[in-house]
């Protein structure tokens, strides 16, 4: 049996990996959290000091002059989209020139580096440098700050969702028999950004309101639902999907995409039923919807599959639809599209010439002519889906 992966540890030292950061950037170094609070700092000797980096590292904050600035300035918002280096040009005399920006993990802000210089200019590399020192501490402020806000059910539901927590540990955790159980996974997202704290405190008061066992947490930009009971119907399932989104979008105020899982048995299945949500997101968000489930949108899902595939290895899609490609492009054709439309029609030409607004013969001739044009046995069931699946693919996402 394969061991479970270790969920990944604190940085054993901040201030030592700060200091290193300090005598590689040049200058005093400050780690602060997404709510500016000092982390860690640089105390490497004969480096220059301020009154504004002493106020921060006494106080542990910046000072809020400083924040005011920031927020009057648009640094702060700027630190929200740009992951650069931002000089700080306060209206205010310092001794030391200041630069700013952001440590992120997932996708979203989760401390920023600071970095002083009593240079006219920052050393030519110090962006690269600056970038890598962010993504070295970025998971361990992302640690710090789960251990600071996260909820202990979102803590065991994040653990056994990244593969940290076997299943049989996190029954015992919830008190149930994991073998003999029903079990569904729900997942929520509006984009590139987490929905945060308070939309997931509304997710966890709904679900203290319902019987039987549940756990809401955050992994990346997604927030999941655990659902564990007796019994789970698919039709409990469409309807959980609907409640719990329209919960999160009063608490988001914000448009809220949800998608759910099979209900399968056992806890150990939950994975799966994970693994499932995730694609029906997926072809939600493509798509433009708002929600669904894996088991009515299965076929949606296999298709989102196939064609990823395909764009992803060109070799398979190239030289099979080349020439009528050419032919329309250089002639002003619409052969493709006659060809989409017939497989649509399943063959049918009295249907797929109603839908190309064009008289039967007329279609029978365009199925000759790009017949010649490329190579296509339309008689041949697996030629057929081969042209399907590879008009799919080149169709515009």
Request: charged share 30%; net charge neutral.
């Amino acid at each position: 049996m394969s061991e479970l992966p270790a969920e990944p540890g604190p940085v054993e030292d901040l201030f030592e990996v700060v200091d290193t950061a300090a005598r590689l950037l040049g200058g005093p170094v400050v780690v602060e959290d997404a709510d500016f609070r000092v982390l860690a700092y640089s105390a490497v000797a004969g480096q220059p000091n301020d009154e504004a980096r002493r106020s921060a590292i006494l106080n542990r904050r910046t000072p809020d002059r400083w924040l005011r600035w920031m927020e009057e300035s648009g640094i702060r918002h700027r630190l929200q989209r740009d992951d650069r280096l931002i000089r700080l040009d306060a209206p205010w005399p310092s001794p030391l020139r200041r630069y700013i920006r952001p440590v992120r993990s997932d996708g979203h802000v989760v401390g920023y580096l600071w970095l002083m210089s009593d240079d006219a200019e920052p050393a030519p590399d110090v962006e690269r440098l600056a970038r890598d020192f962010a993504d070295i501490v970025a998971p361990e402020l992302a640690r710090r700050r789960r251990a600071r806000v996260e909820h202990p059910g979102a803590r065991l539901l994040r653990r056994f969702l990244g593969g940290y927590l076997p299943a049989a540990q996190l029954a015992q955790e919830l008190g149930v028999d994991g073998d003999d159980v029903g079990a569904v996974i729900l997942v929520f997202g509006t984009g590139t950004q987490p929905l945060g704290a308070v939309a997931l405190r509304a997710l966890s008061r709904y679900a203290r309101m319902k019987p039987h066992t549940w756990l809401a947490g955050a992994l990346g930009a997604r927030t999941y639902l655990l659902h564990v009971a007796p019994d789970l119907s698919e039709a409990t399932v469409g309807q959980l999907v609907r409640e719990t989104s329209a919960e999160l979008e009063r608490a988001a105020r914000a448009p809220v995409c949800a998608a759910a899982g099979s209900a399968v048995h056992g806890l150990a299945s939950a994975l799966r039923s994970r693994e499932e949500a995730d694609l029906t997101l997926r072809v939600l968000q493509a798509r433009e919807r708002r929600t669904g489930c894996f088991s009515a949108l299965r076929h949606e899902v296999l298709l989102d599959e196939v064609v990823s595939f395909l764009r992803a290895r060109p070799v398979l899609t190239r030289g099979l639809l080349d020439g009528l490609s050419t032919h329309d492009r250089l002639h002003g054709t619409d052969y493709q599209r006659t060809l989409r439309v017939y497989l649509d029609s399943f063959g049918d030409v009295r249907r797929a010439a109603e839908v190309l607004h064009i008289h039967a013969n007329s279609l029978r001739y365009r199925l000759k002519r790009l017949a010649d044009l490329a190579p296509l046995d339309l008689d041949d069931p697996d030629a057929r889906l081969a042209v399907q699946l590879v008009l799919a693919a080149i169709r515009s996402p």
